[in-house]
């Protein structure tokens, strides 16, 4: 098993340009969401889903849109980046069942706004 | 929505020094804790969990927690601390207390240095 992918490694962008941000699991998990890692901050959680065509916003959702139409995929856009938005980009998936479950992070997307 | 705070943001040791990282969490009925470290460039892997039972828990590579219902504590503890444990420390916990379809709320981290 791969585990949790994510596409870009690194990217740099300019203000007002979009993009999308890409996380594949393999592990059959239901649970899948993205947090941003800010140096001070710790991880904070922006979107969340519980499965397939099921999101919700986490802590900070706001600049960012998801969706979840298969149970590998969720991707995170970005409509219009903004400076505020260089941070380091985490993907995570966890089985069903309780919240005590492991919660499986990607490698990490580097984005950088101009 | 539950939360955690982390006492201290930079520690430096060295090599076999004893290592204690303070973490505190707000009481939110079903108590579930996480210990996650993440080594220079690499992503978050779980260092341990607590979810009932022993309140001491052991973890990979040496680490333990002990979970202290009366002071909302999860200090991370190693007796001996090595180079190869120089990494940031995150304290989570569940977004909402009772599971389910949430996310995890973590602290701001630790970053550790051991020197040689």
């Known amino acids: 098993n791969a585990g949790v992918t994510q596409t870009p490694k690194f990217q740099v962008l300019k203000t007002g340009q979009s993009m999308t941000l890409q996380c594949a699991q393999d592990?059959?998990?239901?649970?899948m969401s993205w947090y941003r890692q800010d140096p001070g901050m710790g991880l904070r959680l922006i979107h969340y889903?519980?499965?397939?065509?099921?999101?919700d916003q986490g802590e900070v959702p706001n600049g960012y849109n998801v969706s979840r139409s298969t149970t590998e995929d969720f991707p995170l856009r970005l409509l219009s980046a903004a400076p505020s938005q260089t941070s380091v980009y985490f993907c995570?998936?966890?089985?069903?069942?309780?919240?005590?479950?492991?919660?499986?992070f990607g490698p990490g997307t580097r984005l950088t706004v101009l | 929505a539950q939360s955690v705070s982390q006492h201290n943001h930079h520690v430096i040791l060295s090599e076999a020094a004893s290592l204690e990282l303070g973490c505190n969490y707000s009481?939110?009925?079903?108590?579930?804790l996480f210990w996650y470290v993440q080594y220079p460039g690499q992503h978050l892997q779980l260092l341990l969990k607590?979810?009932?039972?022993?309140?001491l828990v052991k973890g990979i590579k040496g680490f333990e927690a002990e979970f202290i219902k009366s002071k909302f504590s999860f200090n991370l503890r190693k007796p001996s601390v090595q180079w190869s444990d120089t990494a940031e420390y995150f304290c989570a916990v569940p977004m909402y207390s009772g599971g389910g379809a949430d996310g995890l709320t973590f602290g701001k981290g630790t970053h550790l240095i051991i020197q040689p």
């Open positions: 995570a998936s966890r089985s069903t069942g309780t919240s005590y479950n492991e919660q499986f």
């Open positions: 889903s519980v499965g397939a065509g099921i999101t």
């Open positions: 592990m059959n998990h239901e649970y």
């Open positions: 607590y979810f009932s039972g022993d309140p």
């Open positions: 009481y939110g009925g079903t108590v579930n």
